[in-house]
């Protein structure tokens, strides 16, 4: 009896366990297809198929397997870890997030360098970068701006007040090439840094110059440095794969050259050190020095290590098809000017870089995906990201070290009409009041007629003799400052007269067309703006301007004789 007894209980035990295993099993199951609905991993693995695609023939080109070789490119671009960080954390809470209007919005300035003078506009390296990377950005769903907005012979200021006018607000990347103009002036490159940081982004910082091969011509059906080749085409079958431990590995690398040797030293450890980690500051440039990693240990400049040509037993892509312009052996172009090969290469190297960022990235949301806790719920997870990216978002000075402009205070607010330009709500053109008498708009491209189709052109306001006036609504004063700035006519703005009509009443609010249709009737106010001093020979500063309000400001020709010429270009709002 006691044994049935035994029995019958064992059988019910056995039942028990089988059901609450199977409902577990059932409950996991359900759980499963609840985290994997989160996120859609076959769109991770279809983007990592990509990076591996544009990181290979990155690593082939350059023949990264050369450690010899790799010296001078990871000693010309690398990166602390929080600096990769940074990146990492926002592209995650964005594939995360998964919304339908994600972007990663990038935004290049500079100078004739960036802007790709002497070559095709197609080859300057930002487009080289986004060539190579937007795919992979596609897969995730986001969408990938490269907003190149460089100009060629321009002022740091007013260009560099005039990121967000020109290549759009919130951006996620900036950089800044104008070393030429500007590469001492410790004001300068911290005010970029302040500018990323209130933008959310982090700052490249690229030096101007470079160097041209002179090699022999390549024996190669097609050159390695040519945007033809491929390892399939030159018969490489061995394939380079950013594996997790690739990645992890090369962030590893990036800190431990950034750490002996950071590449642009000359613009962020001798300006600010390192209170402005906040932005992750990095970038590219051939002077960059290596203490002790580079040369076995004997320490150098990456320009030393660059390799020979290829015919004195150098990499494969140092021939003399590195030194064409335009790919086009009969161009021309001045000398402190990258060929294409070169844009090439400087494309390609932020392009590997980023390949092992984003690969990181997804590495990274594979494994918290199998975190329960993590991925209870998409916001959870987006969370978690933010919060990742915040902590490193380590506050700025409140001051700024080598300066005390209102350039140091907030985000400044500039209209101008240079092209390229992809935020219409900042047009100079947008705030003009009416039809200005005397003024004529002129859209300036030096390169009219150049072959190779230049983005960079300069519109502005124009005006020859005494009395045109011209007038700017003017609104979101919040330092007291307004700078007006006048390419391309140096110093044509000394001889000006300024009046303000503050808090001045308008019927609609401002928007291109109604500013362009409203007549503008002088109010008894109106006051001659008496504190005013010159910033450079482009522009003036107006200060003592109400903060806040609607304002109307005039500009009234003074001219010391019947032609000079007076001209806008930008105004700038602090």
Known sequence: MMLRLVIC???????????????????????????????????????L?????????????????????????????NMPNYGWDLIKYKLAEKIVRGNSDEQ??????GTSVTAGHDNYYNQSYPFVFERRIK?????????????????????????????????????DFMSWEQSFNCGRSKDVMEFMARYAYWNGAVIYYVASGGFIPDCAASKDPIPWISE??????????????????NATSYRQ??????????????????????????????????????????????GCNALDVKGDCYERGGPHWMTKEAAYYAMDPNARGKNWHPTAGMHLMRGEQLAYN????????????????TNATLASNRSALVDYYHQKWEALRIPIPENALHSRSEETKLLPTCFTDFKPHFNPANLLSSIVLGQPEGWNYKEV?????????YGDTRPFYEAVGKDKEIHFRISNVREGVVRVCGYSRKESLAHATYFLDPNYSFPEKSSATANKAFKYTPTDKRIAVSVKDSVGDECWRLANIPVGGDHVLTLKTEPVNANHMTSISHIVVF
């Not at 199977?22 to 693995?45: E, F, P």
């Not at 198929?49 to 671009?77: G, P």
């Not at 092992?356 to 990235?361: E, G, R, S, V």
């Not at 491209?445 to 189709?453: I, L, M």
Request: proline share 2%; charged share 15%.
């Open 49 to 77: 198929e990509l990076l591996d695609d544009a990181a290979n023939l990155i690593y082939q080109r350059f023949e990264f397997h050369n450690k010899d070789w790799f010296q001078f490119f990871i000693e010309s671009s």
């Open 253 to 298: 690398m990036q800190e431990d050259w950034y750490n002996d040797g950071n590449s642009v030293s000359r613009f962020t450890n001798q300006v600010y050190g390192g209170l402005y980690k906040a932005v992750g500051p990095h970038g590219y440039s051939v002077w960059g020095h290596s203490s002790t990693l580079c040369n076995n240990g004997k």
């Open 228 to 245: 033809d080749w491929s390892p399939t085409k030159a018969g490489i079958t061995h394939k380079y794969h950013i594996s997790a431990d």
């Open 104 to 109: 990663y919005l990038m935004i290049f300035g």
């Open 445 to 453: 491209n030096e390169f009219q007629g150049s072959a190779y189709g």
């Open 135 to 171: 795919k992979a950005f596609e897969a995730l769903g986001i969408k990938l701006l490269v907003h190149n907005i460089a100009q060629g012979a321009n002022n740091c200021r007013p260009s560099d007040h005039c990121y967000n006018a020109m290549g759009g607000d919130n951006a």
């Open 9 to 47: 209980l064992a059988t019910i035990m056995l039942v028990f366990v089988a059901a609450a295993t199977a409902h577990q099993h059932q409950r996991s199951h359900r759980h499963g297809r609840r985290l994997n609905s989160i996120v859609d991993t076959s769109k991770l693995s279809k983007a």
């Open 354 to 369: 980023y390949a092992h960022i984003l690969a990181d990235t997804i590495y990274t949301i594979q494994q918290d995906l």
